[in-house]
């Protein structure tokens, strides 16, 4: 359902305040919402000069929005069994120096590796242009922490990612995110090189109103390809969050979107507001968090993000640099979410569980602590007593026989063992090793 002409107003209303406010040429956002594309409207002019207003259909170029494209390229790699994330670099490509970074550490921006390029790239505007310029950049990049010491943001690791994408493919690290990621998903507004309509790069002036053009760098292959070459609209942006929302499997495994979306770095230490997962930003809003990315690039900002809970998301795109547009984005997410919450899910009947899953069900007591066990969507899951509502229920995937596999949530990917009594019933369980019996007993008896 899309929204109201009231709600439409008031949404409109926060980009033009924010317009207004922040002196942005333009700004474009959009709110997802059950899927879909619930609303999208632009405020400014997409060209100044020419006086061109903005549309929700004009690109923008979305900067390190695009590492999210090559995590998901690289995650696709490793369903396809052809890397693991513990693999070292050199084992996929032959580098002078900094084999050793493992692919996940580089994905989460835990590397330690230095955050651009050797050389002063955003001086010249001047990038690598071919895979042994880049390689070869490799033997004067520093190591300035070390890994796993912290979060460390770093360009140089996303653009490497391209290259290992593109060597595991055999394809150009471009024509593999079109023909993998961009047209499986109907992206068709999202691409390496702009396509009509675009809005203009701006720079605004700090003490006049007067606006200057920013460089375009619209070269379509080469340089910061893996990192931030992307143009895309906001209706692209919020389709792209559905699918970080639920991935689609023809794309990429859900087992793998769930890893993506795991904490791996905290990159706000302080207020632990804002951490990485494998390739994804995650942010805490209130009791929520939400993944997706920050973009930025000369005369453009961008920002994507989507609660996975409630599906909501939004995306904000701006031609010039002087907004934080995922302020702007969650805005307009909490706005909707006011207006128009989400549905929760309809319970409804379903199966009876199987035989011999039936008496394992109920209240279970573990070292002073009582868990209740249920048989959930066609699966065993269980949860603390006590547990808020919003806690997610761990899940088990039966291994054989009596052997389950916790799969999400506490105590993931350790074993749940049932054990029997001469009629069949389960009368204990053993879950991470720890005792689970029927009545409260001491540790140890």
Same mark, same amino acid.
Request: aromatic fraction near 8%; include cysteine.
């Given at each position: ?226 990192? %931030? @070459? ?8 919020? +389709?792209?969050? $559905?699918?970080? !929302?639920? /991935?689609?499997?023809? #794309? ?115 070292? %002073? @602590? ?8 066609? +699966?065993?899951? $269980?949860?603390? !007593?006590? /547990?808020?509502?919003? #806690? ?54």
């Amino acid at each position: 359902m899309p929204a109201s002409d009231e709600l439409a107003v008031e949404l409109r209303a926060v980009l033009a305040q924010s317009q207004t406010e922040n002196r942005l040429p333009s700004i474009a956002g959009a709110v997802l919402r059950d899927g879909d594309v619930f609303w999208a409207d632009a405020v400014g002019l997409a060209d100044a000069e020419a006086e061109e207003a903005a549309t929700p259909e004009h690109q923008y170029r979305i900067g390190s929005i695009t590492k999210t494209f090559t995590a998901v390229g690289v995650m696709q790699l490793r369903d396809a069994g052809k890397l693991e994330l513990e693999d070292r670099l050199d084992k996929h490509l032959d580098v002078p120096a900094r084999g050793d970074l493992t692919l996940r550490r580089m994905l989460s921006h835990g590397s330690g590796l230095q955050r651009e390029v050797p050389g002063n790239v955003w001086e010249t505007l001047e990038f690598p242009k071919s895979t042994d310029e880049l390689l070869a950049t490799l033997a004067e990049a520093e190591m300035v922490l070390a890994p796993g010491e912290r979060w460390h943001y770093s360009n140089l690791a996303f653009i490497l990612l391209g290259e290992v994408i593109a060597r595991l493919s055999g394809m150009a690290y471009e024509d593999y995110v079109e023909a993998r990621i961009l047209q499986p998903l109907g992206l068709t507004r999202t691409s390496f090189a702009p396509e009509p309509p675009t809005a203009v790069a701006y720079s605004v002036e700090p003490y006049t109103d007067v606006v200057q053009r920013e460089p375009m760098l619209v070269e379509r292959t080469g340089g910061i390809a893996a990192a %931030g @070459q992307l143009w895309s609209t906001v209706g692209d942006l919020c +389709r792209w969050a $559905a699918f970080l !929302a639920s /991935a689609d499997p023809d #794309v990429l495994s859900p087992e793998s979107l769930e890893l993506m979306t795991s904490v791996q770095t905290m990159a706000d230490p302080y207020r632990w507001s804002r951490a990485w997962g494998v390739g994804l930003m995650l942010v805490r809003s209130g009791d929520r968090i939400y993944c997706g990315h920050d973009g930025g690039m000369p005369g453009y900002v961008a920002n994507v993000l989507v609660d996975r809970d409630s599906g909501l998301g939004g995306a904000v795109l701006v031609n010039a640099a002087n907004v934080d547009p995922a302020a702007v984005t969650l805005e307009l997410v909490d706005k909707v979410r006011e207006r128009r919450p989400p549905q929760s899910r309809q319970w409804g009947p379903g199966p009876p569980p199987p035989d011999d899953v039936a008496s394992a069900l109920g209240r279970w007591w573990s070292e %002073g @602590q009582e868990f209740v066990f249920r048989w959930h969507d066609g +699966r065993l899951e $269980a949860r603390w !007593a006590g /547990a808020a509502a919003w #806690v997610p229920w761990t899940r088990f995937e039966q291994v054989e026989g009596d052997r389950f596999r916790t799969v999400f949530g506490r105590e993931h990917g350790e074993p749940l063992v049932l054990v029997r009594d001469g009629d069949g019933r389960v009368t204990r369980m053993y879950w991470a090793t720890y005792p689970f019996d029927r009545e409260h007993r001491v540790t140890g008896a």
